[in-house]
Structures are given as structure tokens and as C-alpha cells.
């Protein structure tokens, strides 16, 4: 501070500074440091006065003992800063998950090339790459491994844990689900997804009947609306059990095949997307969850869930759901 006062005045003509002036000149810089200061720091809150205090008191007395839940406004401002501190727990609303993967999508799609993984074409319905990507298009925010997560964390082996598991999730299409398995607890470093289409770098291309995962590498694999796909259902059978640890679970959903419906039922199903283009048929081999645990046969040791099929089938109704853990 001195030598800059110093060289301040020199370049006004003087050659000599009296200590005097010095000292002065030094005292008007410290003022004018103490008002930057100052004006830097926000305004002191006016103290609210008694009867203020007591209002505001009986206010949030109201809020928090009457019956209505509705979030008022100052609850509303009091979370904010809660959620900025924890902002994983925003994963939990759907329509979070689903503007993140919207928006994720639009900027991915806009300069990454789809990924298509190799398959054979005896394992795979014809038209199904190109069924689901209309379906993506339809359905981007479809969320189907819901039906199952919270079942999954309702088992106390699982539930203890999520975030120490790692999952597996097949035919995902969109990372829609993946935002839920976040919501749910896992960790990005332990959630792996496959599909024979990807636009996400975060889901690798590839094939049910042959994944590219190593051996006893999963904890839980999802296999969620993609059975139906496969001509080769018991080779995806082999394929799961591959990869799961031994005492891994399947976490299973899929709707009934059309097949098994009763006639006075069949009108019930609703209809695909108006723009989809026609699958080859798929075998009709899944009617009830116990033709989902005879394709694992001896390897099953325990089911944990089960949920068959019950009119209407409407949706909801047709969806075969069962969690059952692995021995080798």
C-alpha cells in the first residue's frame, strides 16, 4: 500500500512525500476499502418484531398439525435448500427421470450416431430393431423396470445393499430405466444395460443370446419386456445364468403371450403404436410364471415373487412379474 501511495504521488510532480501526507493519503485508501466492503456484503434482515415472531410461529404450528399434507409455500422454500444439498433424491420423482432422459436423448441423438450390436437372426423375431426404435420414438420415457425395483429392494439380501450391487439391465431402449435404478439406489459404476440399439453411451450394444459380460459378474439381472423378442428363449436362459453370481438374482416382467388369453379376453389387449411396423410372431411359450421358471430349471433356488397374470388385461393384467435367486 505504501510504495503504490509512493507512486501515486510522484506521477502527480511531487518528489517528496511528507510523512504527513503520507499518512493521510493512507487513511482516505482504508476508508475507501472499509465502504467497498461493506456495500460487498448483503443488507442486515430487519428484526422482526414480537408479534411477527409469534405469527410466523402459529403459522408453522398450522402447516405442520392441521390435516392438510398439500406443501404450502414456505415448506415449499424450506426443502430447497435441502434438495440442493442432496439432489440424488430428485431421481425419485418420475417426471425428473423423465426430463433428464428427454433431454439427454435430444442432445445425444443430434451428434452421436446409433450403435446397432451383431445378432443372429435365428435368435432374434424379425423387424425387432426396427420395431423398437418406432417404439423409442413413441415411448421414450417408458419406465418398465419400476414393476420390479421396488419389489427388488423389498428383499432384505438386496435392499440392505443397492449400492453395492451390480445389475444388469436388458433391452432398455431408452436410459429412462436407468435413471430408476439410480432412484432406487444403485450406483452408476454398478448399473451395466444392453440393448441391440443404443444412441447412450451408457448402454453397450449387444445381444441377450450372447451377452458381452464375463462370467458370475451380476448380482441381479433385469429382464424386462424382452423375452418376447427372442425365437431362442432358453439360449437367454443360459445367457442369464452365465453372467449372474452364484445366489444372483432375475428380476423378470413380461406380458402374457397372446395366445394364453382367453377368448372372451382377447379384446382387452391394447393395441401397439399406430406406426408399428409388424413383428415376426413369437413363440407362445410364456402363459405363467411357472413357464418362465422351467427355462432355468435346476438352477433356480428359491422364488422370491410372484405375480401371474388376472383379468383385465388391460396392461397391467397381462404382466407376468417374478424375482427368483440363482444357484450354480
Known sequence: ???????????????????????????????????????????????????????????????????????????????????????????????????????RHKHLTRDRAVDYAPFDDSDVLGNTVKYNQGALDHYLSLDRIRITLNVVNSISTLGRNPHERKILLIGPRSETELYSAL?????????????????????????????????????????????????NVQKVASEVTRVLKDGGYVAFVEPMHYDFLPAEHKTDVPKPYDKADDLEPAPAFYGKIDDVLNLFGDSVAEVNFRSDPSPPYDGWGLMLSTIFRIKK
Open 183 to 231: 432412484a432406487a439406489g444403485f450406483t452408476p459404476g454398478n448399473i451395466s444395460a444392453l440393448d441391440l440399439f443404443s444412441y447412450s453411451p451408457l448402454v453397450t450394444p449387444g445381444d441377450m443370446h450372447a451377452i458381452p459380460f464375463a462370467d458370475n459378474h451380476f448380482d441381479i439381472v433385469f429382464i424386462t419386456c424382452v423375452l418376447s423378442y427372442s425365437k
Open 1 to 103: 500500500m505504501k510504495q503504490l501511495l509512493l507512486r501515486t504521488v510522484k506521477a502527480m510532480g511531487y518528489t517528496i512525500v511528507h510523512e504527513p501526507v503520507f499518512l493521510q493519503l493512507q487513511e482516505r485508501a482504508r476508508r475507501a476499502e472499509e465502504r467497498l466492503e461493506a456495500l460487498s456484503k448483503p443488507a442486515a434482515a430487519p428484526v422482526p418484531t414480537p408479534e411477527a415472531l409469534q405469527h410466523d410461529m402459529e403459522f408453522e404450528r398450522q402447516e405442520y398439525t392441521g390435516t392438510n399434507l398439500s406443501i404450502t409455500d414456505r415448506q415449499y422454500n424450506a426443502l430447497l435448500p435441502l434438495l440442493a444439498e442432496r439432489r440424488d433424491e430428485l431421481f425419485k420423482i418420475p417426471f425428473v427421470r423423465d426430463y433428464l432422459a428427454t433431454q
